[in-house]
C-alpha cells in the first residue's frame, strides 16, 4: 500500500506540479501534488519550479526520402533544414531574434562544413545573424542530443528559447571512413568493434540474444503496417513541412520542380512471405537483411523549446514537458541493445516506472535490436512506435529524434523523456 501511495504521489507532482506566481493563477487543478521521491540524483529535481519547466511548443519534420534515389537525392542539405526552421518562427509568430540558440544534431559531413549549411538554413529560414548555430554529434542519437542540450541550456538559465534541429543526407554524405586507422586498435577488442559495421553489430545482438529471422522480418512487416495506417490516416500530415526542390533526370540533366510532402519509404505490400526470400547482407549465414534494417535517408527536423512561462505569456500551445534525459554506453559489438539499458535509467530519473508509461519510440536501425530491447525490457507492442519506425519511414542518422523519434518515452501523451 506504501509503494502504491508513493507512485501516486510521483505521478500527480507529474501532472499538476504547484505554480509558484501570482501570474500563474489562472491555473486551475483539482489535484494535489506532492514531492517525488526520485531521490537528489535525479535529473530533473521536482522542486523545480512551475513555470521552470522546458517545453515543448512547435515540432515539425521534412519528409523523409530515400537516399541516392528518393524525392530529395538532388537537394542539398541546407535547403533540407531551412524550411524546418522557418516553420518554427513562422507557425508559433515568433521573434527569431529571441532564439538563444540553435543545435543541429548531424553526423556525416565534415563538421566545419555541416556547421556552415546550418548557418546558411538559418539566414534562409530569416533568422538574423545574432542568433548563434552550432552542431553535436552523438552518431544516431545526434538529433535527441540536440534537444537535450537545448532544454539542459534553458534549466541552466543560459537563454530562455532555443531549437533543437537534426540534419542528414545520407546521399550527400555516404558513410565511410575517411583516413587511416590507428594500427594501434589492433590491440584491444573494444577499440576494434568501434570499427564494426553496424550490420555486424545487429548480427551480433541477434546471436548473442537468440533473436530470430522470423521476429525480425515480423518487425519490419509491423513497422510498415503501421507507417501505412498513419499516412493513410493524415497522423503525418501536420509535421511534414512541403520542401520545394528539384528532381535531376541522371540521363539528361533535365531538372523537374517538385514539391516533396510524403514519406517515399514506406511500402504499403511489404510480407513476412516476401522478406523471407531476401538474403542476409552483412554475413552469410546472418539473419539482417535489407527488408529487417532501416533505410538510409534524407531528412532534417526541429523542435522549438522555451520556458513554460515564456510559452504561456506567448499563448503558446504545450505539446510536451521535457522532463529528464540519459545517455548510456555500451559494448560496441552490440551497441543497438542501447535502448534496453537506458530506458530503465532515463524513467528512474524521472522518477518513474516502465508502467507508468503510455508509449515508447525506439530507433528501429535494426529489427534485431528492436526486438531484442521490447523484449528485453517487457513493454507492450502496442505502446511502442506506435506510427511505424525506422525500417518503414527512414533513418536519416543526424535527424532521427526530430524526423524520427528514437528512443523517445512518452509520459502521459504530454511529459517526454529521452534516453539514448
Known amino acids: 500500500?506504501?509503494?502504491?501511495?508513493?507512485?501516486?504521489?510521483?505521478?500527480?507532482?507529474?501532472?499538476?506540479?504547484?505554480?509558484?506566481?501570482?501570474?500563474e493563477q489562472n491555473y486551475n487543478s483539482a489535484l494535489s501534488a506532492s514531492a517525488c521521491l526520485a531521490g537528489d540524483s535525479a535529473a530533473y529535481q521536482r522542486t523545480n519550479v512551475f513555470g521552470d519547466d522546458v517545453v515543448i511548443v512547435a515540432a515539425y519534420r521534412t519528409a523523409l526520402c530515400k537516399s541516392k534515389r528518393g524525392g530529395f537525392k538532388d537537394t542539398y542539405p541546407d535547403d533540407l533544414l531551412a524550411p524546418v526552421l522557418r516553420a518554427l518562427i513562422e507557425k508559433t509568430n515568433l521573434n527569431p531574434s529571441e532564439v538563444g540558440?540553435?543545435?543541429?544534431?548531424?553526423?556525416?559531413?565534415?563538421g566545419s562544413q555541416r556547421v556552415s549549411e546550418c548557418r546558411m538554413a538559418a539566414f534562409y529560414a530569416g533568422f538574423p545573424e545574432t542568433v548563434p548555430i552550432r552542431t553535436v554529434n552523438r552518431q544516431?542519437?545526434?538529433?535527441?542530443?540536440?534537444?537535450?542540450?537545448?532544454?539542459?541550456?534553458?534549466?541552466?538559465g543560459f537563454y530562455d528559447i532555443g531549437i533543437g534541429a537534426g540534419l542528414e543526407s545520407m546521399t550527400a554524405n555516404p558513410m565511410a571512413w575517411e583516413g587511416s586507422v590507428n594500427p594501434r586498435v589492433k590491440q584491444m577488442e573494444q577499440a576494434q568493434n568501434c570499427l564494426l559495421p553496424m550490420g555486424i553489430t545487429s548480427e551480433n545482438v541477434a546471436h548473442r540474444f537468440g533473436v530470430t529471422r522470423q521476429e525480425q522480418d515480423q518487425a519490419a512487416v509491423e513497422s510498415h503496417r503501421k507507417a501505412v495506417a498513419a499516412t493513410a490516416s493524415g497522423k503525418f500530415k501536420d509535421e511534414i513541412i512541403p520542401v520545394l526542390t528539384k528532381i535531376v533526370d541522371p540521363k539528361t540533366g533535365d531538372e523537374k520542380p517538385v514539391t516533396i510532402s510524403v514519406?517515399?519509404?514506406?511500402?504499403p505490400k511489404t510480407s513476412v512471405s516476401d522478406l523471407a526470400k531476401l538474403k542476409p547482407v552483412f554475413k552469410k549465414d546472418g539473419s539482417t537483411t535489407a527488408g529487417n534494417s532501416s533505410q538510409v535517408s534524407d531528412g532534417a527536423g526541429a523542435v522549438l523549446l522555451m520556458k513554460r512561462s515564456v510559452a504561456m505569456h506567448k499563448g503558446l500551445p504545450v505539446l510536451?514537458?521535457?522532463r529528464t534525459f540519459t545517455a548510456v554506453g555500451v559494448d560496441p559489438a552490440i551497441n543497438g541493445g542501447g535502448p534496453a539499458v537506458a530506458i530503465p535509467a532515463a524513467v528512474k530519473a524521472a522518477g518513474l516506472e516502465l508502467d507508468d508509461i503510455d508509449l515508447f519510440e525506439i530507433n528501429e536501425a535494426f529489427a534485431s535490436q528492436f526486438v531484442y530491447c521490447h523484449k528485453k525490457l517487457g513493454l507492450d507492442l502496442l505502446k511502442i512506435n506506435v506510427n511505424g519506425g525506422a525500417m518503414a519511414i527512414g533513418h536519416p542518422l543526424g535527424a532521427t529524434g526530430k524526423s524520427m523519434p528514437k528512443m523517445i518515452i512518452y509520459w502521459r501523451c504530454t511529459h517526454t523523456i529521452t534516453s539514448m
Open 320 to 322: 510536451g514537458v521535457f
Open 101 to 110: 540558440d540553435i543545435v543541429v544534431g548531424t553526423v556525416l559531413a565534415p
Open 263 to 267: 514519406d517515399d519509404g514506406i511500402r
Open 140 to 156: 544516431c542519437s545526434s538529433g535527441l542530443q540536440a534537444v537535450a542540450d537545448v532544454a539542459a541550456a534553458i534549466k541552466a
Open 1 to 23: 500500500m506504501e509503494k502504491a501511495i508513493n507512485r501516486q504521489q510521483i505521478l500527480l507532482q507529474h501532472l499538476n506540479p504547484s505554480p509558484p506566481s501570482s501570474s
